[in-house]
Nanobody, 123 residues
Framework: VQLQASGGGLVQPGGSLRLSCAASGFTLDYTAIAWFRQAPGKEREGISCVSISGVYNYVSESMKGRFTISRDNSENTVYLQMNSLEREDTAVYYC?????????????????WGQGTLVTVSS
């Protein structure tokens, strides 16, 4: 089981990025995939999760309406579309997987973690 997160980088405030999480070794139908992030000096926090049951958002007020999770079963990939990025969104973004496919906002419920991708929002 492997998760490969990609798509991070340097972006100006107000810009957009789409992160990808490519899964191998399991199929999305039986797996919940979530995005978390960890900013410097802060705890890791849940953003969104997608499973066969639907989408669950754990976003803070600052992220509402700006971050959208989606999945492509044919590519076995989950995406996180991030719009109107702010400096406070600077963090390492992780994708993680849980079987059975039950979404949770608690990181300890997830068994598999990708390596993380760094997003830096700066002018």
């Amino acid at each position: 089981v492997q998760l490969q997160a990609s798509g991070g980088g340097l972006v100006q405030p107000g810009g957009s990025l789409r992160l990808s999480c490519a899964a191998s070794g399991f199929t999305l139908d039986y797996t919940a995939i979530a995005w978390f992030r960890q900013a410097p000096g802060k705890e890791r926090e849940g953003i969104s999760c997608v499973s066969i049951s639907g989408v669950y958002n754990y976003v803070s007020e600052s992220m509402k309406g700006r971050f959208t999770i989606s999945r492509d079963n044919s590519e076995n990939t989950v995406y996180l579309q991030m719009n109107s990025l702010e400096r406070e969104d600077t963090a390492v973004y992780y994708c993680t997987a849980r079987q059975p496919a039950r979404c949770s906002q608690h990181m300890e419920h997830y068994s598999y973690w990708g390596q993380g991708t760094l997003v830096t929002v700066s002018s």
